[in-house]
């Protein structure tokens, strides 16, 4: 008791606004002294940041709670026919998956049986030409800066597919539909062109290439619900195909009945979601773009939800060390053979006010 006496003892011939002051400052110099955890950021990954809708949710928790005891519906019916109307195609053109990258694998695996060349706009997704090894087949990469006619140019004896994406993953660029009718017309019948449209509903509506697939015998047109919907772990997508070959490429073992569901609510009643999902990706670019004015760091015009990132200064090395150091993660083109590159995903404003002032220092 003595002690505490003693301590306030200190205080009781100064004025209030003095007492605070000591008070205030002692506070201060204990916190800086405090290590101050900083979590860590991760825009290396392309998924959307927020939860999926919860009308989403519940229409997948319905389902499961319904069907947990039966097998799902082998063909997607439902999914294959709302899919088949937002599109223009017939149902019998639609094949549901466990998501387009085992999509593009079956497909790969159907095209190039027996060897056979891929060609890839690159960069681009980088998986695909591990898919095209996987079936025995050889992946080309060819530049995409070149643009369709120099995918059309390459094309050989020994090329079964091309493959390209849009937007583009990494790059965020898109390919227009005219390109893509261009492009399915001059390789031929003979050559399929596989067109992933992973990122396509943060195009405005109607610059997508998946009606075209109605008009055009050697087009396949793959979907994800990973992305702007939000629905990454649900394992769900679809591919437009002619009929013949959708058939083929529907998986041996149905979607389960929750993934079905939330995808039947989202091409039913998700158009608004996906729009201020679109909106958000969009504002946040152009803060970031706007941000970056006047220093050595620029990206080119994209339709994604990321950027790729470059500088007049720095390597694509030293810019993701630098933002690594600043516990911010994002994925350093060398993954796709580029050193002066960085794909970094946009989020919220908080994670792009911080990106900013990280950028800022560096450019």
Same mark, same amino acid.
């Given at each position: ?13 100064? *004025? ?6 000591? !008070? ?5 110099? /204990? ?14 990954? +392309? ?6 809708? =919860? ?5 997948? +928790?319905?389902?499961? $709670? ?13 999914? @294959? ?9 017939? =149902? ?18 159907? &095209?190039? +049986? ?13 998986? &695909?030409?591990?898919?095209? /090894? $996987? ?17 059309? #140019? ?12 849009? =937007?583009? #993953? ?8 005219? #390109?893509? @009718? ?11 062109? !596989? &067109? ?104 080119? *015009?994209?339709?994604? =939800? ?19 150091? @600043? ?24 994670? +792009? ?11």
């Amino acid at each position: 008791m003595k002690r505490l006496f003693d301590r306030y003892r200190q205080y009781q011939q100064l *004025p209030p606004e003095e007492v605070s002051r000591e !008070l205030i400052a002692r506070r201060d110099e /204990q916190r800086a002294g405090e290590v101050v955890f900083v979590p860590e950021l991760d825009l290396a990954r +392309t998924a959307w940041h927020e939860p999926p809708h =919860p009308e989403a949710v519940n229409a997948a +928790t319905f389902a499961l $709670r319904r069907r947990m005891n039966a097998y799902p519906d082998p063909g997607a019916r439902e999914v @294959r026919e709302l899919a088949a109307a937002r599109h223009g195609v017939e =149902p019998a053109q639609v094949a549901v998956g466990h998501g387009a990258a085992e999509l593009l694998q079956e497909a790969c695996g159907e &095209l190039l +049986t027996g060897g056979g060349e891929l060609l890839v706009a690159w960069p681009g997704w980088r998986p &695909l030409p591990e898919l095209a /090894q $996987r079936a025995g087949g050889t992946a080309v990469p060819v530049p995409v800066d070149s643009g369709i006619d120099a995918l059309a #140019d390459r094309v050989g004896a020994d090329t079964r597919a091309v493959a390209l994406c849009s =937007p583009n #993953d990494p790059t965020g660029a898109t390919v227009a539909r005219a #390109d893509v @009718r261009a492009l399915c017309e001059r390789v031929g019948e003979r050559v399929w062109v !596989l &067109l992933d449209e992973a990122f396509a509903d943060f195009l405005e509506p109607g610059e997508d290439s998946a009606g075209l697939v109605a008009e055009l015998p050697n087009l396949l047109v793959f979907r994800t619900f990973a992305k702007a919907h939000a629905m990454a772990g649900f394992r769900i997508g679809y591919v437009l195909a002619p009929a013949e070959l959708a058939e083929r490429l529907t998986p041996s073992f149905s979607v389960n009945a929750p993934a079905q569901a939330a995808a039947a609510w989202a091409l039913e009643l998700g158009d608004p979601v996906v729009a201020g999902r679109r909106a958000a990706a969009a504002h946040e670019r152009d803060r970031l773009g706007r941000a970056l004015q006047g220093t050595s760091l620029s990206f080119a *015009p994209s339709a994604a =939800p990321f950027v790729w990132l470059s500088s007049d200064s720095h390597d694509a090395e030293a810019i993701a060390a630098h933002l690594r150091i @600043r516990r911010i993660a994002v994925a350093p083109g060398e993954r796709w053979g580029d050193d002066r590159h960085v794909r970094i995903t946009l989020r919220d404003s908080a994670a +792009t006010d911080r990106l900013i002032a990280a950028l800022r220092e560096l450019g």
